[in-house]
């Protein structure tokens, strides 16, 4: 898997160190490479966009690593200062263009055991790199700041995820269902609202029927309230 070349510029053309090229490939005027580089691209992005999406893996480490390696290069070559001169590269950077991909490959790669805890982070940014860090340097410090730690992930053992579907609609539709069930019965919902204020109006009367009833035997007295009830009977 290869990205495209990344040649170091030089203000004068005669040092070979600023020459060297970038060791993840070149571009080439033949369609079957340039296809197949299209489609590699594709590949890489639909995983990580599945990492950062998930915040797991699932791939090889040793794998997923060339997939971050390759994405990385890729992005910070679409960058402006890819295409400056050392002397601008220096000014704008604090380094050459070519030191600063190299340092954060190396970054990367002295992870050996599994990617760092960060990797839905670095995910993200590499996603959208020129959307969320418009200037090269800021990006090179957030890529850093994530690259620089020490615990690591590891793979997981859940299916792969073909699709990610969004959960919000079922649970809307779920929400819904029993409402629609309720209407086609001839029954109208009755807000949580309205419920509470029915049983308090409910506990009210029947609180207020209690207290006429004591009131009344209060003043008819027991004996006429006990006639009263014999000749009801009777």
């Not at 990367?108 to 959307?131: K, M, N, V």
């Not at 629609?180 to 029927?209: F, L, R, Y």
Request: with cysteine.
């Amino acid at each position: 898997m290869e990205a495209p070349s990344v040649t170091e510029n030089s203000s004068t053309g005669n040092d070979h160190d600023q020459e060297q090229v970038l060791n993840h490939g070149g571009t080439n005027s033949n369609p079957e490479i340039n296809r197949e580089q299209e489609q590699d691209e594709e590949q890489v992005r639909r995983v990580l966009q599945v990492i950062s999406t998930t915040g797991s893996f699932w791939h090889s480490w040793d794998k997923l690593k060339n997939m971050l390696s390759f994405q990385l290069k890729l992005v910070l070559s679409e960058y402006p200062e890819a295409k400056m001169t050392v002397d601008e590269q220096n000014a704008s950077l604090g380094e050459t263009y070519l030191e600063l991909v190299t340092r954060l490959d190396e970054e990367l790669h002295c992870f050996l055991d599994g990617p760092p805890f960060t990797l839905q982070r670095i995910c993200e940014i590499l996603l959208a790199a020129r959307t969320i860090y418009p200037k090269l340097s800021k990006l090179a410090l957030a890529l850093e700041k994530n690259l620089l730690v020490t615990s690591t992930l590891t793979a997981c053992t859940k299916p792969y995820p073909e699709m990610m579907p969004d959960p919000e609609p079922e649970k809307a539709s779920e929400a819904a269902h029993p409402q629609s069930n309720s209407v086609q019965n001839g029954i109208e919902p009755t807000p949580e609202g309205d419920k509470d204020e029915i049983m308090t109006e409910v506990e009210a009367d029947i609180e207020e029927m209690t207290m006429d009833m004591d009131a009344f035997q209060e003043m008819v007295g027991p004996s006429e309230v006990n006639s009263t009830t014999a000749a009801e009977s009777s």
